[in-house]
């Protein structure tokens, strides 16, 4: 019901007064005596009194047309803006639920993964299902309404026409069912597959996520070969789902003609009105299958619609929760990765206020140390405490995090830096100035790439701590800072660093001689 009404809300609403619309000017057009100019009207009104359908036929048409056409920009229009609308909430609310609220599912599915339901499955689910549903309710408002033409000059026709429509309606809903299940697993397997492909290309931290690059390769060969085996099974599923209607719809045509020839042949109807049936139970039929060709594009969307659902009821995993920390202890850490040992009795104190720097080169440990810290991974030996509590999950509450990698969506600016949060403009834009981003601050809808393409290394960077200012928390790690940022802005924005987080712990990874610079201790790993 909350999931009808959501659906309701994001897509429906526009499409059912749409529908409400177009039945009212049919109903106007059809029934009432509306204010049409006199030549037509008095056609209209010969039409209604003395049921000359020949003439209706041409009337009919004529309407028809110019309201289907009319309806059809409107359709558009409606369908254009209600998919804007929906795709910044959709989009939005993903990317709260998922970066702010979850981040160890991003870990666990990869960043690749996240992208993907991010901008395939909205887009999907949106572009396929709403046009698909205006669509269809301008069929059924159709069918209806020639429905009610035909049962006036027979009901023998509207019957025979609702038989076919009662037999192909259940037929249809089992076979929704059916390939909506196909489609499911085919589409999970696409996501699982992309998402790994985008990680192993773009989110080198995601490497973390699944170990090592040989057990990737190995998933997506195992998984492509499944993946093509199962959206072939779900499109024979509809090639079928097509063969059974068409058969059903060449047999009720012949019917209903042959009935209305006998009706003809007997004097009984004219030659218009045997026109009148024949064009309109065939144009019914016709729709009838217009339906059964987007069932495999409504399935897909509704297959979509469960993944969304599934990923946006995922409660949030928070870890300990620990507000206002004043000592971080790492004691006698050990870990190691495989049978390789990479962090060796690390002990290290830090009280609030201070700024460590982990100085060492590439590879010897320092992205590990932050792992540990942000609870990612739990030391083999020794421990590590956030005042008293053991940081057993990552949660944002405790720590801020800049990631070595920090992936860009292809969303805008704003959403990159407010990562799902309802933030004031103004404030995006005072950040964005302690960041030396001020260049941006009138762009902050300007469209990223993913991945940050159409920006250099040193603009990510400073988006990346742009996010971390956001709502820092009492913890902040900064794992290789202002890559990529040229020597007097690194120098700026260093200086403003130290003042916003003068009351904080803060830990900086670094291999730069000029980010070093900012702490006052310096600890070699
Ligand atoms: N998930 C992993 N599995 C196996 N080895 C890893 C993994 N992550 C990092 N390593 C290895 O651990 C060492 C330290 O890596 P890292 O902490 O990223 O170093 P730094 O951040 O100082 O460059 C490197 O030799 C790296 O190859
Ligand atoms: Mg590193």
């Known amino acids: 019901m909350r999931e009808t009404l959501k659906i309701l809300r994001y897509i429906g609403l526009p499409n059912v007064v749409l529908f409400m619309t177009t039945c009212a000017i049919w109903i106007a057009m059809n029934y009432v005596n509306v204010k049409i100019p006199l030549k037509t009207k008095d056609l209209i009104d010969l039409i209604i009194l003395e049921k000359r359908f020949d003439t209706n036929l041409f009337v009919t048409l004529a309407c028809m047309y110019v309201l289907v056409v009319v309806a059809g920009l409107f359709a558009q229009l409606i369908v254009q803006y209600v998919e804007l609308n929906a795709q910044r909430n959709f989009r939005r609310s ?12 991003i870990w666990r599915k990869g960043v690749g993964y996240v992208k993907n339901i991010l901008f395939k499955d909205v887009e999907t689910f949106l572009k396929i299902l709403s046009p698909r549903l205006v669509s269809t309710l301008f069929s059924l408002t159709y069918m209806t309404l020639a429905m009610i033409k035909l049962g006036e000059i027979h009901w023998i026709y509207a019957l025979v026409l609702m038989v076919y429509i009662a037999v192909i309606i259940p037929f249809y809903r089992h076979w929704f069912k059916k390939n909506s299940k196909g489609f499911e697993k085919a589409l999970d397997l696409r996501r699982r597959l992309s998402g790994i492909f985008t990680n192993l290309l773009g989110a080198r931290t995601d490497l973390h996520v699944y170990g090592k690059a040989d057990d990737f390769v ?6 492509l070969t499944k993946f093509g085996s199962s959206m072939t099974n779900a499109y024979n599923t509809n090639l079928r789902l097509q063969v059974y ?9 012949f019917g209903v003609t042959l009935f209305g020839l006998y009706e003809l042949v007997s004097g009984t109807i004219t030659a218009g009105t ?4 024949v064009v309109y139970s065939s144009t019914i039929l016709h729709s009838s ?12 969307a509704l297959a979509v619609k469960k993944k969304l659902w599934e990923v946006l009821s995922i409660d949030a995993v928070r870890g300990v929760e620990t507000k206002n920390v004043n000592t971080l202890v790492l004691k006698n850490v050990c870990f190691g990765y495989s049978n390789k040992k990479i962090v060796d009795n690390f002990t290290l104190v830090v009280k609030k206020p201070d700024i460590v720097v982990l100085w060492g080169k590439s590879g010897s440990g320092k992205t590990t140390i932050l792992d540990l810290v942000k609870g990612f991974y739990t030391p083999i030996d020794g421990g590590i405490w956030l005042d008293e509590n053991e940081p057993k999950s990552f949660s944002y509450k405790n720590v801020s995090y800049l990631p070595q990698d920090p992936y860009i969506f292809a969303e805008t600016l704003y959403e990159n830096v407010s990562l799902g949060r309802e933030l004031q403009k103004e404030r995006i834009r005072e950040i964005l100035k302690k960041c030396g981003l001020g260049e941006f601050c009138d762009r902050l809808e300007m469209k990223l790439d993913s991945g940050g393409k159409n920006i250099s290394g040193g603009q990510k960077s400073r988006i990346a701590l742009a ?9 902040i790690l900064l794992d290789e800072p202002l890559t990529g940022v040229d020597v007097d802005r690194k120098k700026e924005i260093l200086k403003k660093i130290e003042e916003i987080f003068a009351d904080k712990i803060v830990l900086v990874s670094t291999h730069d001689e000029l980010v070093s610079s900012i702490g006052k201790r310096k600890v070699n790993i």
Do not use: C
Request: net charge negative; proline share 8%.
């Open 94 to 105: 993903v990317l709260e639920k998922l970066i702010t609220g979850n981040p160890p599912y």
């Open 218 to 223: 190995r998933f997506y060969h195992n998984n």
């Open 245 to 253: 209607p068409e058969l059903l719809q060449v047999i009720t045509l």
């Open 274 to 277: 045997f026109q009148v049936i």
């Open 289 to 300: 299958m217009e339906l059964a060709y987007v069932t495999d594009d409504i399935s897909r």
């Open 467 to 475: 996010r971390v200012l956001v709502d820092p928390a009492d913890v």
